[in-house]
């Protein structure tokens, strides 16, 4: 079993900066990716950043820039730091772990919140 637990949400002003962290714990065995999602109200959920565990990344468009994904292999941890964050990147951001066989895991999600 796997779990992925996630921290580091809340509100921030527009401008801001806030580091999204998402521990995994349990059977880690050829791990290929993780990576955050997020979905905004009425919209449907889509990938931000990813990171493979060579450590290839891959962004959404409108993030590049302004965010950046890492991954601590040690302590099975990816991080996402955003900055100069806009109203538009409110949404419920999920962390997301992809095993190489196909195996795909969620974590429970934390709400980000850009608002003066």
């Known amino acids: 079993q796997v779990q992925l637990v996630e921290s580091g949400g809340g509100l921030v002003q527009p401008g801001g900066s806030l580091r999204l962290s998402c521990a995994a714990s349990?059977?880690?065995?050829?791990?290929?990716?993780m990576g955050w999602y997020r979905q905004a109200p009425g919209k449907q959920r889509e990938l931000v950043a990813g990171?493979?565990?060579?450590?290839?990344?891959n962004y959404v468009d409108s993030v590049k820039g302004r965010f950046t994904i890492s991954r601590d292999n040690a302590k099975n941890t990816v991080y996402l730091q955003m900055n100069s964050l806009k109203p538009e990147d409110t949404a419920v951001y999920y962390c997301?772990?992809?095993?190489?066989?196909?195996?795909?895991?969620w974590g429970q999600g934390t709400q980000v919140t850009v608002s003066s």
């Open positions: 349990g059977s880690l065995f050829s791990i290929y990716a």
């Open positions: 997301n772990l992809l095993f190489s066989g196909g195996r795909v895991y």
């Open positions: 990171i493979t565990s060579s450590g290839s990344t």
